[in-house]
């Protein structure tokens, strides 16, 4: 097994099912190569699947076969999965059919310069004529790490430099070159000062800004298509769907065709992924969103199907003894000129397409159960940004930040699951001397200001705030690292020495997000070593634009390497496959409406990249007048923002120089709008709603590629449905199955008790399934529009629960434990029986992959005698089970008393809320029996409620 904790192995092995599962994932593949079809010298495709291909163009005939960064799992999949297709590749056409499409790629070449290309390949020694293409490198065994290159039998170094050669220039490496007779190419590395001399032509071409420069005596490389689809246009590559479709599932496509009908995915990286100072939306009733803050392409699309050009995506280097947590982007970049694009074909079947698509692109990251939770964040604000704040609420400092945060929500009775210091717990010296004070807003580094905090002090308050045995407060830190690594970071002198560097020369060492030091594991490791986990964070927040997807992985893999756990790197979107990292950082905001509008309607959408896990700056960063209570936005905004972020992927509140604690709204409380109550009550159903937030991300997201917020045409008896993808249904979302959310983004004109606003939610038209008002618990009645409308008061969200559904949940009495004790379902009413479950697992660390986690199911009878329900015992262990557990089951929508209550045979009384019996909660409409509270974990249930 490729697990690293033996003291697990008798949990794990009680779980054998669910290991293999799980290790086919994790572990390396070893039952097989991937299976190629070479349609001519230069074009090669691989079929990953019934609905997915790769398609590959080298103008050497050297394929690439290390996985891309953005489809790391590609090879595993393509093993595993071993999908079936047949080969017609005899005539001008190379024709591959799956049960589901037709691709087709005419073969003949008819460019001269690739038919001199395709002579001087032939006439290499290393061409093998068997298979068509040049031997190389294979992948995993040719990499460049520090001063080693490791290669096969076709790709050695030359004898009389075994360990490359002392730093040389580009010309000197030709000269170098042009000595030896069996060398046809030559590596430049500058970072490392050394020229390393390879025979044949086993690597061609350049990688601009990589820091290694690549080049041959006698290039044989075409000049690279102006577009890397080119070729493939000229060769007529296309597709068609296939076998017995349904409606709207038949397409067709050719290379260079254009698809106005893809849906998106999230803010497209330009270079920086974010939101800061939007947003003005033209006219968000037509569907017109700030057209600054544009989306690129996702995988799904109405035409049926989308095409990702994958031809610049760095590469990984990963051996087949090594578990993907092994991979290491790679120094030797992909043959000049080439081409490789991925292919889905799915139709209109997302939820399916998603699948496929994390399939190769590895899973969505399963955050930590805490990250799930209620963030506090603040710019708090010092001397040079709001000197009167800082006099009425104190400087950041341990002291104040206990007090006035943690003490605050703790005294208020409010659930609070991380804390994020944003930029002023950096102690900023001055370099060289470090002798002088930058100031307490200086922008970031890796050192405390300890005479501010006391960091292992302050880490051990976070995380006994509520007990030894709880999860406590989270600890998150703004790095912000784009300044560099100065002489005066407390840990400078240990990682310079590790990096050769002499501490004396007071030379400034770059942060890990520029380019030419996260290629270097020795210097990712001492970065790790000495910047981050001296700093003793749970949640890095790396605020810098130059955020890649390679670099934000690092922060979820370092952790996971050393320490076994699972974690959250709070940054920027750094294109397709940063999903496996969480969470994206949205940016710096205005306190708008226009901006609440525009993070409901894009949130969703980035679903369809897989970036599921989206954090906003609740209530605006930014951005209009500051009262005498420090307060930047209306009270309404910062509520309806509230609101939103309660069915949102991470409900973080963020803003400078202003206060969101909620209790310091009260100032604007009136007989007519008590506010802190309305905004109390988003936190409170934000912690209730975290086991059904986290069974989803568990089973749905991490497992099947579906985010926790998707659109509405998911949904497969709606993709066909013009109406699914209307402007009104833009503004609104699933969240996990079972609800229908459309936050409110508008402000009413006048407010009062009685004052609310007019808002529509659209259901799903199938007469087989009711749906209910989350808030009143009454049956929906759409209009002939489909649409439900009514007036919402501002307690309200617009949110509609399926009929029959079940939802796990908790109260604030397990707010801070790894498992709900009570474990409070809610059953809605609408249907002669339904189901739901729960995942748990120790919430933390990545054990669950090794399958130590369990699920619970509860499974229930409607009829007009009552209701009889059935809880299994968990399904699985892991480390942290409780012993004992109570269930409570909410029967919402019962309005009176039972005539009769039976928990596993017992009969239940009467008992005004307390454990065991049941209550009557008549101003809400819903009934709640309460099982034995000390009931063994693994015990199963059966209750009896006859109305």
Excluded at 452 to 478: E, R, T, V, Y
């Amino acid at each position: 097994m490729c697990g690293h904790y033996t003291k697990r192995a008798s949990l794990v092995c009680k779980m054998a099912a669910t290991v293999v599962i799980a290790l086919l994932l994790l572990c390396a593949a070893t039952a097989g190569a991937e299976d190629h079809v070479l349609c001519n010298a230069f074009t090669r495709i691989t079929i990953l699947s019934s609905k997915v291909f790769r398609a590959e163009y080298s103008p050497t005939g050297l394929f690439e076969d290390r996985n891309s960064l953005p489809f790391i799992y590609r090879s595993r999949a393509q093993t595993l999965n071993q999908p079936k297709y047949e080969v017609m590749n005899k005539t001008d056409w190379c024709n591959i059919s799956t049960s589901t499409m037709l691709i087709s790629l005419y073969k003949p070449e008819d460019n001269a310069v690739e038919t001199q290309s395709l002579h001087s390949l032939k006439s290499s020694p290393m061409y093998n004529k068997r298979v068509g293409k040049l031997e190389q490198c294979s992948a995993g065994s040719h990499t460049m790490r520090n001063t080693d290159v490791k290669c096969s039998s076709h790709c050695t170094r030359v004898s009389k430099y075994p360990n490359g050669i002392a730093a040389k220039s580009i010309a000197q490496c030709c000269s170098l070159c042009a000595e030896e007779s069996d060398c046809a190419v030559w590596i430049l590395n500058s970072r490392e000062g050394m020229c390393y001399l390879l025979i044949e032509n086993t690597v061609i071409g350049t990688k601009e800004g990589s820091g290694v420069t690549i080049g041959s005596k006698s290039p044989i490389v075409p000049p690279r298509p102006s577009n890397s689809t080119d070729y493939f246009v000229k060769h007529k590559l296309q597709a068609r769907s296939v076998g017995n479709l349904t409606t709207g599932e038949s397409w067709s496509w050719h290379a260079g065709q254009s698809d106005s009908e893809n849906l998106k995915g999230t803010l497209k990286p330009t270079p920086s992924a974010d939101l800061a100072g939007c947003c003005s939306n033209p006219d968000v009733s037509k569907g017109l969103y700030d057209p600054k803050y544009f989306l690129e392409d996702g995988i799904l699309s109405r035409s049926g199907f989308a095409v990702v050009d994958d031809s610049e995506s760095p590469l990984v280097d990963i051996d087949d003894n090594q578990t993907l947590l092994d991979a290491w982007i790679s120094d030797v970049p992909r043959v000049q000129g080439s081409a490789d694009i991925y292919f889905f074909g799915c139709g209109i079947q997302y939820r399916e397409c998603m699948q496929e698509f994390t399939g190769i692109a590895g899973p969505i990251a399963l955050p930590p159960l805490s990250g799930l939770g209620v963030w506090w964040s603040r710019h708090w604000g010092d001397e040079s940004g709001n000197k009167a704040m800082v006099d009425d609420v104190g400087i950041f400092s341990q002291k104040v930040v206990t007090e006035q945060v943690v003490n605050g929500y703790k005294d208020h009775n409010l659930p609070l699951h991380v804390l994020v210091l944003d930029m002023e717990w950096h102690e900023m010296m001055q370099p060289p001397t470090c002798t002088s004070f930058k100031g307490k807003a200086e922008w970031g580094g890796y050192t405390w200001n300890t005479s501010l905090f006391d960091p292992q002090d302050f880490l051990n308050q976070l995380h006994q705030a509520h007990g030894n045995n709880s999860l406590g407060i989270k600890l998150s830190l703004n790095y912000h690292p784009d300044s560099g690594i100065d002489v005066c970071q407390a840990n400078y002198t240990n990682m310079a020495k590790v990096l050769g560097i002499d501490p004396n020369s007071n030379s400034t060492i770059s942060d890990l997000d520029i380019i030419s030091n996260n290629f270097n594991q020795t210097y990712v490791d001492a970065y790790f070593t000495y910047m981050i986990e001296t700093t003793l964070v749970d949640i890095a927040w790396t605020d810098t634009p130059q955020a890649t997807t390679w670099t934000n992985w690092l922060y979820v893999l370092y952790p996971a390497k050393r320490k076994n756990k699972r974690t959250i790197n709070f940054s920027r979107y750094g294109g397709i496959g940063d999903h496996r990292k969480p969470t994206g950082f949205s940016g710096d905001t205005l306190r708008k409406w226009d901006t609440l509008a525009y993070e409901v309607w894009m949130t969703p959408r980035a679903s369809n990249v897989g970036f599921g896990w989206w954090s906003h700056d609740i209530g605006g960063f930014s951005g209009g007048p500051i009262d005498s209570s420090w307060h930047t936005e209306t009270p309404e905004l910062f509520l309806r923002w509230l609101q939103f972020a309660v069915y949102s992927p991470i409900m973080r509140t963020h803003c400078r120089y202003c206060d969101q604690r909620i209790w310091t709204w009260s100032k604007y409380d009136t007989t007519e709008v008590v506010w802190y109550d309305a905004m109390s009550k988003t936190m409170y159903q934000r912690n209730a709603l975290v086991p059904y937030i986290y069974t989803h991300a568990a089973l749905n997201t991490y497992m099947k590629g579906e985010s926790l917020l998707t659109p509405m045409y998911y949904d497969d008896n709606l993709a066909h449905l013009d109406a699914a993808y209307g402007v009104k249904q833009q503004q609104q979302y699933f969240f996990g199955r079972d609800f229908i959310v459309s936050p409110i983004t508008q402000a009413v004109s006048n407010i009062s008790k009685s004052s609310s606003i007019s808002w529509s939610l659209w259901l799903p038209p199938n007469n087989d399934t009711i749906y209910y008002d989350w808030n009143t618990m009454e049956a929906l009645e759409v209009g002939s529009d489909g649409f439900f409308t009514r007036n919402y008061t501002m307690y309200e969200t617009p949110v509609a629960v399926r009929g029959g559904s079940v939802i796990p949940t908790r109260n604030m009495d397990s707010a801070y434990k790894v498992v709900a004790d009570p474990l409070v379902w809610m059953l809605v009413p609408g249907a002669a029986e339904g189901s739901g479950s729960v995942y748990e697992d120790d919430g933390e660390t990545r054990d669950f992959e090794n399958g130590l986690h369990s699920l619970t199911t509860l499974r229930f009878v409607q009829s007009s005698a009552g209701f009889h329900v059935n809880i299994s015992s968990p399904n699985g262990t892991f480390f942290g089970a409780p012993k004992t557990r109570g269930h409570y089951v909410t029967f919402l929508g019962v309005k009176s008393n039972p005539k009769s209550v039976l928990c596993d045979g017992q009969t239940l009384l009467p008992s005004g809320g307390k454990a065991p019996g049941y209550w009557l909660c008549t101003n809400t409409s819903f009934l709640i029996v309460a099982c034995d509270p000390k009931s063994d974990f693994t015990a199963m249930h059966t209750i009896v409620l006859e109305i």
